[in-house]
């Protein structure tokens, strides 16, 4: 019914900066959030950034700075901005969008690796 897809992953040396998009089957306008969430190995899932419907935003501690959650109505994207790349942020990527229930995506490595 809702379809999410992740793109931009990939290996990226620490200091670098990558861009991650996420592409909906449906106007996102219609969602009361959409976000980003990460998981590393072995760790729980986390919360890294959010976008209220109303243009709010909300980041981890961790990445506060350095990313930024943006959105395009008119293509039903939301991107995440990753700047000033750790290794700590080593992490599968995924999109959510919640409207009464929450959708996920595939997710997308990110690999922050000298």
């Known amino acids: 019914q809702v379809h999410l897809v992740e793109s931009g992953g990939g290996l990226v040396q620490p200091g670098g900066s990558l861009r991650l998009s996420c592409a909906a089957s449906?106007?996102?306008?219609?969602?009361?959030?959409m976000g980003w969430h990460r998981q590393a190995p072995g760790k729980q899932r986390e919360l890294v950034a959010l976008m209220s419907r109303g243009g709010s935003t909300t980041y981890a501690e961790s990445v506060k700075g350095r990313f930024t959650i943006s959105r395009d109505n008119a293509k039903n994207t939301v991107t995440l901005q990753m700047n000033s790349l750790k290794p700590d942020d080593t992490a599968v990527y995924y999109c959510h969008a919640f409207q009464f229930q929450g959708y996920w995506g595939q997710g997308t490595q990110v690999t922050v690796s000298s």
């Open positions: 449906g106007s996102i306008a219609s969602f009361s959030a």
